[in-house]
């Protein structure tokens, strides 16, 4: 018999520089304790706990019932493409075409897309830290190095021009900005934001906006996205998605905006990848942008309500610190050790919470903040109150 050579279990360098998504582990624990019938307080997903609104349901249903199941152009259909830049001119002030927009499976591949596009092996790429956990990774994929620039508590972890200016090196091809914030909820204000812009212009730096929570700003502010500002478009990419805003997480539908020869480098990259996004979800998408939005301020009032509750609950409990989330709907209070003293560990914290006390929080380590917990809001009221006093048995324990 010919002997058979081993395969080899050695895995790519690339698989080895990135982490499954710590956000998705803290999902598996809890719902490995719920399947036990364990009742968990469970503020862990970065997803609205609303259903997708019915008449976006039914779009997807007539989709089905007249057969637009094939494949479809990589970049999205038509009319999606049409309807991305008149619902972002509507809502969000900017002016793109449609052959500047690609159609993505979520917001996340829209950012992965990009980056392949626009990153060589040992380009940096210039991320805001508190950052969202999977921005590190992506950039690790095709070769680049994340370069973190700090944003402080005391300053609501806004991201400030002048610090984006000294992080700045000859190897810097990007900049990923994140407002509003996971997980801090952070807004940049529309003045510094513009700064922001004007520094990486000077520099020929790009300018990566994810957007995906736009529309879940509080206190009377309206969605803003850095497209909108003069002489933005040519150096900025907008990556937007509907998962948040529709509550549309598990249709896996994104765009990526920016200068025609970007998107084509973009579509180029995702032909290779996964062809195109699914054909259904892109009709449901295509009722979402141009339908009725009354389903988005409905939700925005309510994580408003709660936003309050949870802010104020945190707040009460001895030692824990906590800014005011200006958009998103995630609290990342800091959070002292067991008994209220002294600084927490938030990666023992969570795993702690999650055994003794069933409260799911993703630890502020994912999102390069140790001591912090992220505790996402999106969950009822009632859920809330329950979870809130959790918390405070667990930090007030002797
Ligand atoms: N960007 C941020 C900041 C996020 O929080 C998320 C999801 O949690 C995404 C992008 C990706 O969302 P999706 O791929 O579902 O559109």
Known sequence: MPTVPEVSLHLADAVNRIHISPTMAVLMEA??????????????????????????????????????????PTGGIAPLREAVCEWHAKNLGSAYQAKEVIVTSGGKLALFNAISALVNPGDEVLIAAPYWVSYPDIVKLP?????????????????????????????????????????????????????????????????????????????????????????????????????????????????ALAPEPLIAAMIKVQSQTISNSTSIAQYAALEALRGPMDSVGVMLAEYERRRKRIIAGLRAIPGVTCTEPQGAFYAFPKVP??????????AQIARDLLEKEHVAVVPGDAFGAPGHLRISYATSLERIEEGLRRLTHYFTAA
């Not at 862990?44 to 199941?69: S, Y």
């Not at 529309?190 to 004007?198: G, T, V, W």
């Open 143 to 255: 070769g680049g190095t994340p370069k973190f620039i700090s944003t402080r508590e005391d300053e609501n972890f806004c991201l400030r021009a002048a610090d984006v200016d000294k992080a700045i090196t000859p190897k810097t091809r990007l900049l990923i900005a994140n407002s509003p914030n996971n997980p801090t909820g952070a807004v940049i204000p529309q003045d510094e934001f513009a700064r922001i812009l004007e520094v990486c212009q000077r520099r020929g730096v790009w300018l990566l906006s994810d957007e995906c929570y736009s529309h879940f700003v509080y206190g009377g502010a309206k969605p803003f996205s850095i497209a909108s500002l003069p002489g933005a478009k040519d150096s900025v990419i907008i990556a937007g998605s509907l998962s948040k805003t529709f509550a549309m997480t598990g249709w896996r539908m994104g765009y």
């Open 337 to 346: 050790a067991r008994g209220g003293k002294g600084a927490g560990d938030s």
């Open 31 to 72: 719902e490995k304790l719920k399947a036990r019938g364990i009742d968990v307080a469970d503020f862990g997903p970065g997803e609205p706990d609303f259903p997708t609104p019915e008449h976006i349901k039914r779009a997807a249903i007539r989709a089905l019932d007249e057969n637009r199941t094939k494949y479809t």
